[in-house]
């Protein structure tokens, strides 16, 4: 009987989706991918991005499935399917109301970012020139999540929001999308003293493969990226590493300046939108996931390690994090 | 080791919810209980109730617990909890949206009746002059609530309505509360076609005892109901019924004029708002319950035959029922 093949997880994705896109999945042989639901959108509108997911799962069956639980992860495997799971980028959708947080989760997300780039009702993004922590409902919305199995994000948030949510929440939490700011350095990436913090919690960093977090943005070679996982390793425990893309195939510009300005701002008349940068050539879709495999061993990881950081790693994660945990 | 004691559900109530009701509810026994949670609401305030109803799962989790499925109920039975499982008297709650079956149905909801007294978008309800059966959204809506497992509950909607549901329905529908029109002649109570069909189908009728549906309103005696009860077996086989009550335990009057007039009409100025009639002195809580066996053992129901109508009935409709059904 053949060993069977490592698990491959995407901890970010915000594509726009598409048949062709699932098919890519399918044929890479992706296990799992964290999709992003919503950035701006209130309750509402983003229950409309759940119907139209739910749609999507119903009328591409044959290469997508829910990934709720750790029942679908493996349901999903077994039948060769790629699981999809649901993640808001910000916490604008439980507008200012607890129980909506137990109302998405039964909707099926299971990520959710405690800020995007700016101050949310929860805490701070990385953006903002003043980061005053997680706020009040910041940790009831942390409690809440840690019972719902909700799974804090921290990826977009601030320094201090970030090591205050990692203090705060009884189980491990994520960094999805980011990669450490000593190999590129930008407040969005994340410093050494925070990655340590979520290593010591159990969390998991999910490497970022979009440009602007990258050392030589588009140009960025894998070995580069490989030899920046290889440090990082050894900084917060090989079984902590994960990837997280943020791979944006196929978006118009007009979804940045979405996702830069939603509308809390507006650009001031006759600005430029901001644009994509191109994607390195060795990671432009779901195709080219299983090749970082190269990469990973070709900077000194053993096949084990290798397997738990495209997809083992996550995989434990999430089975352990999306059971509900009424005691939280 | 004794027999188990036999379910006893009631397929309808709504209550003014408090604590003193869910021990009631406890001290009666009582394995599971159909709560309304909305009337005339559309999908944002409906989601505000099933908030509410979240908080007071939690908060008397002593007494109460989740009835979303077979498995739910068999929890709640075993641990000595009653199951509150969650309805809609109105489809209002899904706006236009069909997408919405699936996110109410997610969030527990698991009974929803077509229409309340008047027009919805899916069908007619019996107030109205003119009953132009379910309509096309209507089918659509039927063929979702299958998928999903919600099921359809005719109570209010008129005779064409109720009629054209049975047949569309590939799953079997329900009346949950409502009498016989030849015992109570109102049309909000059903034809003997209608129960026929409804039977045939694998139905289940909930007895009311809301005094409104019953032959002598509050002054009816329980013999006469089950002297009822036992001529409708005749009708419509005893495995097909059980008791919806429709109480209202604790409700102002101000409720039922919003249950008559939502936000859709207003009464005349001047006109006095309905009441509430008093209910019949042999069920006015959820005490009184147990003791409908002594009238209907009266009535000639052998033992297992009233533990069927008290309960055992709705717990082989509910928990075949509530599964999702893919291939609807």
Redesign the interface.
Same mark, same amino acid.
């Given at each position: 009987m053949p060993a069977p093949r490592p698990p491959l997880i995407d901890g970010l994705q915000f594509c726009n989706w598409s048949r062709a896109i699932f098919e890519q999945m399918h044929q890479a042989g992706m296990t799992a991918v964290h999709v992003t639901v919503a950035y701006h959108e209130g309750?509402?509108p983003t &229950?409309?991005r759940? &119907?139209?997911w739910?749609?999507r799962l119903r009328e591409h069956a044959d290469l997508i499935a829910p990934g709720n639980s750790a029942a679908d992860l493996a349901a999903a495997e077994a039948t060769g399917r790629t699981a999809i799971v649901f993640g808001l980028q910000n916490p604008l959708p439980i507008e200012d109301?607890l129980? *909506?947080v137990? &109302?998405l989760s039964? *909707?099926?997300i299971r990520f959710m970012q405690l800020t995007y780039n700016n101050q949310s009702l929860l805490g701070c993004g990385w953006m903002e020139p003043e980061d005053s922590g997680v706020t009040t409902m910041g940790r009831a919305v942390i409690r809440e999540m840690n019972r719902c199995g909700m799974v804090v994000d921290l990826s977009h948030s601030g320094e201090r929001t970030t090591l205050d949510a990692i203090a705060a929440s009884h189980r491990p939490v994520t960094v999805s999308h980011a990669n450490p700011q000593s190999w590129k350095a930008t407040l969005r990436n994340k410093s050494d003293k925070v990655l340590r913090a979520l290593a010591e919690s159990g969390g998991i960093l999910g490497l970022s493969l979009y440009p602007v977090h990258l050392a030589d943005g588009p140009d960025t070679t894998l070995a580069s990226l490989c030899e920046m996982a290889a440090r990082t390793a050894e900084l917060v425990g090989v079984q902590n590493l994960g990837i997280g893309s943020d791979l944006c195939q196929n978006q118009p510009d007009s979804v940045l300046e979405w996702m830069r300005v939603g509308r809390w701002t507006r650009l001031p008349p006759g600005t430029p939108g901001p644009k994509f940068q191109a994607q390195p050539v060795w990671f432009r879709s779901n195709l080219d996931f299983p090749g970082l495999a190269t990469g990973l061993r070709a900077a000194g990881f053993a096949p084990d390690e290798v397997a738990g950081i495209l997809g083992g790693n996550w995989r434990r994660f999430m089975a352990e994090s999306f059971a509900p945990d009424p005691s939280a």
């Open positions: 309750f509402r &229950v409309d759940i &119907v139209e739910q749609w109301d129980g *909506l137990d &109302v039964r *909707l099926g």
